[in-house]
């Protein structure tokens, strides 16, 4: 097999059969290797949520993923392939910068998503709670797992888990921050964080008019996983039940709110 | 070591011839093979198909009823191919045709008992441990030292009694000369009591088995695959050699 | 009771339920370690192998296993090369299917060598004029590069796939997972036609040897071209096989029809140069070896039959029904193609492994035969059941068809 191995010789079929041989588990070992070093940079640079988004993103159903132009109605049906970061996504600088530009409401929440929004507090704090539509699909029985105080979170990782008996889903954070309160549930859960770069930057949440437009598609995205029987109860007094799973034996806490708050 | 690709300047290069009309069948060739080669004694469920037999006497028949029914007894070992199918074939290079003796070695350290060499062989020339090797208790005093035993697990075959040629040799520079061919006869040649097998080396033109190769009875096994068997079948009968050119029982060659 | 470990939205039975499905495959594998643990300890003189039959179930199955398993690196190939991109719905249970194959392949053939911890003596002093060194070096590299593309499968599992490292390390290798494909292509390449280069190059053997292109011969092609064929077809089979006992519907009809398509093309191609490949041998090659092809099975013309078969029943006819658009729109019809091509498949490795040495190659030999000893289909059986407790772990706990969710909704 080496050249020092006793009955070796440097005939052509060795030298060219033992080349390709080498060469193919170098090739092997080499991707292998990359991979990993890859994984550890990741780690080592604190990107590690950065890719955990990434690979959670691409199981996503297309369903889940329009992208927020589509929504408004500003262009054809679009998939989104970037995360939902629209701070550096080249098609949502292109549609800024075109001739249809969004009114800003004066609604003073921004929207990610995941149905978390976040308000501005002061130059560098903000709070972060969860959206109505998303709270009635969570239901009133579910406890919040909030993160402690002067723990970070990450935009795009989690802000804080929802458990149901033994089943858990985590609600994704906007925005980048350590946490400096928390609360609820009596006005809603909610923290309090303060950012990590002066000055939020808040371009990949939803805001002003395209607010409503997402909300319908949502709504109606909820209601195709609904069976036929239950979707009379899901509304009351044109207001979505306190509580959507509890209404429907047959529709699982679980598959819903993963469905909503984009955990496949 | 690198095998030498050439035959070294005067080398021997060992062959056999065995005389059909002579041979009776009466079999002491391969007992004396067993011994000589310290093959091991059968265990229970061994049968003809799994026995370890270097040497195998074959009954051959002209498929002919009385009175034209004719048949001959043929002793078979590995044919020493100058172009060995098994030597190509086996991965470990555990086989390796000598140059310097014209045997096809086989490496039972080496082998792995994979057992592609013995699908190779047309001939049916190679045997496989299919057994852990045992001596009955007083039977190890049979053992011939001169020759190592196998493990379970790998396959052998004749080589031409190739540790004779050893003490032979050994003998002859002890004793400060030359060793004479006839002192170097496989244990089979010695054991034949009809004397129907000669062995030699065939680059003396002179040699029994020289001019047993130029013969016009004699025939090889099979010539046509192509792997230039080293032993010669002698017979006066042509039917024995129709039959031995074609693979299939029964049926003559065909032109082509 | 482990709903947590099987990923959101795929419906799968009730654990009791699960286990007694496992049940008596764990048996069975318990009872084939017995046989191979026998085998290894006593000898392989309890099987029912002989210095005549050198080769004998466990290489049939061996290559029959592998060249079915090939379903993984053609779609592996077919996708990521190729960029079919609707076989995405099945490149992870085909990559399941091959790691089960060629490991359950390997674990065989260490029982199989009479010494197989001298199994490293093929890499320290490798003779590379033999095809089995070829074989030995490529399925032991594919084997590694098949681990390396089912970890990450197993990686996204819904429990593991929550440790951070996991799911990076899976999502990274997922980026280079197409120089993984390439690499697997070669190697597959390479070992299928070996493994048919076995024969091919038996000079002393006229029913299997062939003429070559180069060092390789006919049967080397032959065996690629065979394996590229049934891959797609055994991917198939499985698909639908699952998709029957699990009442649960995985693929859309469009990926059936698209495997068997590709089969289909494949197949063409098979069945000709197989028929030129046997008329040459029957008129020249066996000829030129001094023996006519009539005379190998004159005794058992049955035998012959199977020859005929193999091309016909079991190569033109599926190809014929793949290639009609209107019975491919048909499921049953592209399972019973399916099912066709694999015995194919399995007549061909028979007629190789088990006939050939049947035949005689000296005047006085007879036809002989040949049947596995329990033992020997004790161990058989341990793959069998080996892979089937692997592919349905993979398949409760792993989401081996990402089509499922999608399509158990509607």
Not at chain 1, 66 to 92: A, I
Not at chain 2, 135 to 147: F, K, Q, R
Not at chain 3, 212 to 219: A, L
Not at chain 3, 395 to 401: D, E
Request: proline residues 5%; glycine residues 8%; hydrophobic residues 40%.
């Amino acid at each position: 097999m080496f050249p020092w191995v006793y009955g070796f010789e440097w005939t052509a079929g060795n030298v060219i059969f033992l080349g390709l041989f080498f060469t193919v588990v170098i090739v092997i070992l080499t991707t292998v290797t990359v991979a990993v070093v890859r994984s550890r940079r990741a780690f080592k640079e604190r990107r590690h949520h950065e890719v955990k988004w990434e690979s959670t993103f691409e199981d996503l159903g297309s369903e889940a993923r329009p992208c927020r132009h589509q929504l408004s109605g500003e262009t054809d049906q679009r998939m989104c392939r970037h995360g939902f970061e629209c701070k550096d996504c080249s098609f949502h600088k292109q549609m800024l910068d075109s001739a249809y530009k969004l009114v800003e409401a004066e609604s003073d929440r921004y929207y990610h998503r995941g149905h978390a929004w976040v308000r501005k507090e002061s130059y560098s704090t903000v709070i972060i709670g969860l959206d109505d539509f998303a709270t009635r699909i969570v239901g009133p029985k579910a406890r919040a797992k909030l993160p402690k105080i002067g723990r970070m979170i990450h935009e795009n990782g989690t802000a804080w888990r929802f458990l149901l008996g033994d089943e858990s889903v985590r609600v994704l954070a906007p925005v980048s921050g350590q946490v400096i309160e928390h609360g609820g549930p009596d006005r809603g859960w909610y923290l309090k964080v303060k950012l990590l770069d002066q000055g939020a930057d808040l371009r990949h949440l939803l805001t002003g008019n395209e607010v409503n437009p997402w909300m319908e598609y949502e709504m109606a995205r909820l209601i195709r996983m609904i069976p036929e029987s239950c979707q009379a109860g899901l509304t009351e007094d044109g207001q979505l039940v306190d509580d959507v799973t509890a209404k429907c034996p047959s529709l699982e806490w679980d598959l819903v709110c993963s469905e909503i708050l984009l955990e496949p | 070591m690198s095998r030498a690709k050439e035959k070294p300047e005067g080398a021997p290069r060992y062959a056999m011839t065995i005389d059909l009309d002579k041979c009776t069948g009466c079999g002491a060739c391969m007992v004396a093979c067993a011994v000589e080669n310290n093959v091991p004694p059968a265990q229970s469920g061994a049968n003809d198909r799994n026995g370890t037999t270097l040497m195998r006497v074959y009954a051959m028949s002209n498929k002919q009823v009385y009175p034209h029914a004719k048949q001959v007894f043929v002793p078979m070992t590995c044919q020493q191919c100058e172009d060995p199918p098994c030597e190509t074939v086996c991965p470990q290079n555990a086989v390796e045709y000598d140059w310097t003796t014209g045997i096809v070695a086989q490496i039972p350290v080496r082998c792995l008992g994979c057992r592609y060499c013995m699908v190779a062989c047309p001939y049916h020339a190679r045997a496989f441990n299919w057994w852990d090797p045992t001596w009955p208790e007083g039977m190890e005093a049979t053992l011939n030292p001169d020759i190592s035993t196998r493990s379970r697990g790998t396959a052998e075959k004749c080589n031409f009694c190739h540790h004779r040629r050893q003490l032979a040799r050994e003998r002859a520079v002890h004793e400060d000369r030359e060793m004479c061919e006839d002192e170097y006869q496989p244990a089979c040649v010695e054991a034949c009591p009809v004397g129907a097998i000669t062995f030699g080396n065939l680059e003396d033109p002179n040699s029994a088995v020289s001019k047993g190769f130029a013969k016009p009875e004699a025939f090889a096994f099979v010539e046509k695959l192509g792997t230039k068997p080293k032993i010669r079948y002698l017979s006066s009968q042509k039917w024995v050699h129709d039959m031995a050119r074609s693979g299939v029982p029964g049926k003559e060659a065909t032109n082509g | 009771m482990d709903k947590t470990a099987i990923s959101r939205g795929l419906q799968r039975a009730p654990l009791g339920q699960f286990l007694l499905w496992l049940g008596p495959w764990i048996a069975l594998l318990v009872f084939g370690v017995y046989c191979a643990y026998l085998c290894l300890r006593y000898g392989l003189h309890l099987t029912n192998m002989d210095n005549r039959f050198a080769f004998g179930a466990w290489i049939f199955l061996d290559l029959t296993v592998i060249a079915l398993g090939a379903g993984a690196f053609f779609t592996g190939f077919l996708l990521y090369i190729l960029k079919r991109k609707e076989l995405r719905a099945v490149i992870n249970s085909a990559v399941t299917i091959g790691f089960i194959c060629y490991s359950g392949a390997v674990v065989i053939l260490m029982v199989d060598v009479g010494q197989p911890l001298r199994a490293w003596f093929t890499f320290w002093h490798p003779n590379v004029h033999s095809m089995l060194t070829e074989v030995t070096f490529c399925i032991t590299c594919y084997l590694g590069v098949l681990a390396f593309e089912y970890i990450p499968i197993l990686l996204k599992n819904r429990k593991l796939r929550q440790i951070p490292s996991f799911l990076v390390f899976e999502f990274n290798m997922h980026k280079v997972m197409y120089v993984l494909a390439g690499a697997g292509t070669f190697l597959s390449f390479f070992h299928q036609g070996s493994l048919g280069g076995l024969y091919g190059v038996l000079n002393g053997r006229p029913f299997v040897y062939r003429e070559s292109f180069g060092i390789w011969p006919t049967t080397f092609f032959l065996f690629i071209v065979s394996a590229a064929a049934a891959g797609p077809s055994f991917i198939l089979l499985t698909t639908w096989i699952t998709s029957k006992v699990t009442k649960k519907r995985l693929v859309t009809q469009e990926v059936y029809e698209s495997l068997g398509k590709i089969s289909g093309y494949i197949l063409i191609g098979y069945v000709l140069f197989k028929t030129i490949d046997t008329l040459v041998w029957i008129s020249m090659t066996a000829p030129g070896m001094g023996v006519h092809p009539d005379s190998f099975f004159a005794s058992k013309p049955g035998y012959t039959a199977l020859h005929l078969l193999e091309v016909t029943i079991f190569g033109f006819l599926p190809m014929a029904i793949y290639m009609t658009k209107r019975l491919r729109s048909q499921i049953k019809w592209l399972v019973t193609a399916a099912v066709l091509t694999c015995l194919g498949i399995v007549v061909n490795r028979y007629i190789l492994t088990i006939q050939t040495l049947a035949l005689p190659t000296l005047p006085f030999d007879e036809l002989l035969s040949y049947m596995p000893s329990w033992q020997e289909t004790g161990a058989f059986l341990m793959v069998i059941a080996y892979g089937m407790i692997v592919y349905s772990l993979s398949f409760r706990y792993a989401n081996l068809f990402p089509l499922e969710r999608e399509l158990q909704r509607n």
